[in-house]
């Protein structure tokens, strides 16, 4: 029988409750590792693109 069944059962145990603790802070701080950021005005918010110009019109002269 092999002696070091013991202590991989402990690691093993170790390893998942720290694993458990990692994915209930995630989980609680909202899925955001870094934080969320808040929206104060519109200079926060990313740049819109604008809107490609308009096709030229065929007049139907050559």
Do not use: C, H
Request: proline share 11%.
């Amino acid at each position: 029988m092999r002696d070091d069944r013991p202590s991989t059962r402990q690691l093993g145990l170790i390893l998942a409750a720290i694993l458990l603790a990692a994915l209930m802070i995630f989980l609680s701080s909202g899925g955001d590792l870094g934080g969320t950021k808040k929206v104060e005005s519109d200079a926060d918010l990313p740049q819109v693109a604008s809107p490609p110009p308009p096709a030229p019109q065929n007049t139907g002269a050559r």
